[in-house]
């Protein structure tokens, strides 16, 4: 019952668990400074202005309000890193060229995101400004892959999709210019009669139907590109969406990738152009989301091409194994100063030493005593329990 004085969809994470996911944090974050990624370590609470600067998405109704006691303005618990590392790089770092900007801290989330979802996250990402290209999406979704690699996770699949290719599909047709958000969870939900009653009763094209409609079969391996091209109408924005995915594809080998042509109703709804999830046997949703966010910085002041994923670290720890107890070594307490000199030896070499208060009895989670420091022919020595 280690949440029971909690609200709804908060837990605390215990002991064992703990250290791995301060591992994983660890772990991770050297990786990204391998590859050329800063750190930087936005603000808990900003003003609702600035973390709603991308307005008309899930992001606002996600964030938590509450007033600053100081100015009397109307503050919001983070629910996304990602524009905060924007307004870093438009606002303050402001610099040409590519930059690579790393984090990792707590987001909050008013009402969880599902059925089996947290209100709080351990958000970790890597984000990439300043390149259009898709070598800059290739080296995210490289680095994406490594991060779950580093964890543990096996033979995990990746899952593109082009939000702006079902987009244009609606937006093209005038009566749904205005119905943008209803569309989008219809074709993010599959929801094929839901699609046809909209068609309708809506009086929009009879072609705009069945292209929303062949959106939800798109779904599968590479050659649902083919497909797509059979289907859907021969126009620019199409042509270019294909032909990123299958790039993107092409440029993978050795991966197993899908592709889900409808699925452009998840997600903060800032990113644009080619966007991917990374999934895994063992978690109900998506361990990893990225993908292209371009221009999000203009809210701050500085449009510019940028590309990203993020992932939470305590879902994916959540997800591997249970986290096995540490072994550690058992000594006395004592003033002796070659016991002191012992204790500080071991630890220095990486071992833990749990050392006896007078009066204590171990009854510890984390930590398997396997051995035991004692006084033998008057020398500190280790011995095996």
């Known amino acids: 019952m280690s949440n029971w004085l909690l609200p709804e969809s908060l837990a605390d994470i215990l002991p064992a668990e703990a250290r791995r ?11 990204y400074r391998t ?8 603000p808990l609470v900003e003003y609702l202005e600035s973390l709603q600067a991308v307005s ?9 309000k509450v007033v600053d006691q ?17 307004r870093i790089d438009a606002h303050l770092l402001n610099r040409e060229g590519v930059t690579r900007l790393c984090y990792c801290g707590s987001v909050l989330h008013a009402r969880p995101a599902g059925l089996l979802s947290d209100r709080e ?19 995210v979704v490289q680095l994406a892959l490594e991060s779950v690699g580093r964890a543990g ?74 497909r797509a091209r059979s289907v859907l109408p021969d126009e620019p924005e199409v042509r270019e969406a294909l032909g990123s995915l299958r790039r993107f594809i ?32 063992g978690w109900h949703d998506a361990l990893v989301k990225g993908g292209r966010f371009d221009g999000i910085g203009r809210m701050y002041g500085r449009a510019r091409p940028a590309t990203g994923f993020s992932l939470d670290l305590r879902k994916l720890s959540a997800g591997l194994p249970a986290a096995q107890p540490a072994r550690a070594v058992r000594a006395p307490w004592g003033s002796d100063a070659d016991l002191i000199a012992a204790v500080k030896q071991l630890r220095q070499s990486g071992e833990i030493v749990v050392q006896i208060l007078p009066g204590q009895e171990l009854n510890l989670d984390e930590f398997v005593i396997d051995r035991e420091l004692v006084l033998l022919d008057g020398q500190w020595q280790l011995r095996a329990l």
Do not use: W
């Open 70 to 86: 100081i100015s009397g303005r109307t503050m919001g618990v983070r629910a996304d890193m990602t524009p905060q590392v924007a």
């Open 121 to 139: 996250l351990l958000q970790i990402g890597a984000e990439i400004f300043g390149h259009a290209g898709i070598e800059s999406d290739l080296e």
């Open 56 to 64: 008309g998405t899930d992001l606002n109704l996600r964030t938590s």
């Open 35 to 42: 590859y050329g990624f800063e750190l930087v370590a936005p």
């Open 153 to 226: 996770v096996h033979h995990p699949r990746l899952d593109l999709n082009y939000p702006d290719l079902g987009r244009f599909l609606i937006e093209r047709d005038p009566v749904l210019k205005t119905r943008v958000a209803e569309v989008c969870e219809l074709l993010n939900a599959k929801d094929v009669s839901g699609l046809r009653a909209l068609g309708r009763e809506s009086g929009c094209l009879p072609e705009t139907t069945r292209y929303l409609l062949a959106l939800t079969s798109l779904y599968g391996d590479g050659s649902v590109l083919e």
């Open 21 to 31: 996911i301060e591992e994983l944090r660890r772990d991770l974050l050297d990786l």
């Open 250 to 281: 092409d440029a993978l080998p050795g991966h197993e990738i899908t592709v889900d042509l409808a699925d452009i109703g998840s997600g903060y709804a800032y990113h644009s152009g080619l966007i991917f999830s990374v999934y895994a046997e």
